[in-house]
């Protein structure tokens, strides 16, 4: 292991967080994780003496209920360890996105807790940055039910804590589903700025994010929703974040900087209709770091993904830029867990929109941004 005092990044992972299945034909696969960590392997990312490696812990019960309801939890127990709950329905498990599994309660408290160890890192200031690249999916999930993947919001757990203790938090998630549980949990305040850049609601789950969903009472302005139309591209999706993101974040004056770096946004996601390359998300992963490196705390969780290779070339890309590691242009060749896999980079990407698509993408984003500065910008003096 890294010393701290020589490590400008950290990394919480096991493989014990890619173990557990959700169901057989699942689109959601934590064996990603283990794709990912064997590639930044492979590619030499683990070896830099700038990364320290940390090991997750479980969430305790009472992390938990920093944002979710006690009979939640303890239902998500009963089931996790094989028993039954009648209303579990009420809870959004069931059939589909949230199955019932024995060991969820655990799995689940492991990602939490992993998130919370980058949580601390970053707060007892041993390196600047950490990344659980485990965290981040479970943004769907609200106080009392599970959502869209999602049981134990780690997101929301972590930074209820840090807001608790006095912090200003600062939350950009890049996700290509709007992230309403962070947003839910954070709707009411003004210690924290949510800002979602995703597909827009009335094309993908979960049906929300739009740009009127301002937050109320305390919160109102803070709540920032970036919607986008399918088929936006790296040049105009980077466009799209830099006319909002930083100045908002700047604004806002953060203690910490917390990203959520889902690349279900990448061209290739079986789930989604977003065409970024792992390119276009390195860039606004830079971005987003020079953002946190102005408050001296960057907080990073994975997020969607589901197309395995996109999944393990950008995460290893975004491990990379978070410890200055140059990575070959080429995927090592003895790298064979994903098929099919040459260079980190997209090349080719996907093809140029048509004229007349390509507009209508265009003039939906444009659109967004003025109707975002309209929205919120005043709060901040913008």
Known sequence: MTEPSRASAALVYSDELSRHVLSPNHPMRPVRLRYMHELMRASGVLDSPSLLQVEPRPASREEILRYHDADYVDAVRVIGAGGIVPNMYEFGIG??????????YDSTALTAGGTLVATELVQSGAVPVAFAPAGGVHHHAMSNRASGFGVFNDAAIAIRGLADSGLRVAYVDIDCHHGDGVQAAFYGTDRVLTISLHEGGQWLFPGSGFVEETGEGAGEGYSVNVPLAPYTQDELWLRTFDQLVPPLVRSFKPDVLFVQLGIDTHFKDPLTHLQLTTQGFTAAVTRLLALGAECGRTVAVGGGGYDMGAVARAWTMAMAEMTGFALPEQV????????GLTTFADVPGPPPLPDDTAGEVEQYADQTVAAV????????GL
């Open 95 to 104: 059939p589909g996105d949230n199955p019932p599994r024995k060991g969820i």
């Open 332 to 339: 090592p060749p003895d790298y064979d867990l994903v098929q």
């Open 373 to 380: 500065k309209k929205a919120v910008f005043g709060r901040f």
